[in-house]
Nanobody, 125 residues
């Protein structure tokens, strides 16, 4: 099972930016998803990227504001979050599923087998 470690969360004012990182050895053969869970709410898919980095998907609420990318040489996937809003406040998780040489990814949590511990993002003035 892949050991995923997230970092980069924190407290930011509305309109600000954060970049989350998800790191794991052997990550290059996995599709990666970023998910978030706010208190009292279901865990939702935010963005995902195929193992080859050729395809990304995002939920409508973050399109135009969040960008997912990966650097397989550094075994790291990034989530650049711009124009943050208070409703983006949540615990953010990265997750991985085995998809070597793949040009697809999914935003449903049932597709993912390995999960990180999460990093907290709080957007507040």
């Amino acid at each position: 099972q892949l050991q995923l470690v997230e970092s980069g969360g924190g407290l930011v004012q509305p309109g600000g930016s954060l970049r989350l990182s998800c790191r794991a050895s052997g990550l290059s053969n996995y599709a990666i998803g970023w998910f978030r869970q706010a208190p009292g709410k279901e865990r939702e898919g935010v963005s995902c990227i195929s193992s080859r980095g050729t395809v990304t998907n995002s939920v409508d609420s973050v399109k135009g504001r969040f960008t997912i990318s990966r650097d397989n040489a550094k075994a790291t996937v990034y989530l650049q979050m711009d124009s943050l809003k208070p409703e983006d406040t949540a615990l953010y998780y990265c997750a991985a599923t085995w998809r070597p040489y793949s040009n697809s990814c999914a935003l449903d949590k049932e597709s993912y087998k390995s999960w990180g511990q999460g990093t907290q993002v709080t957007v507040s003035s």
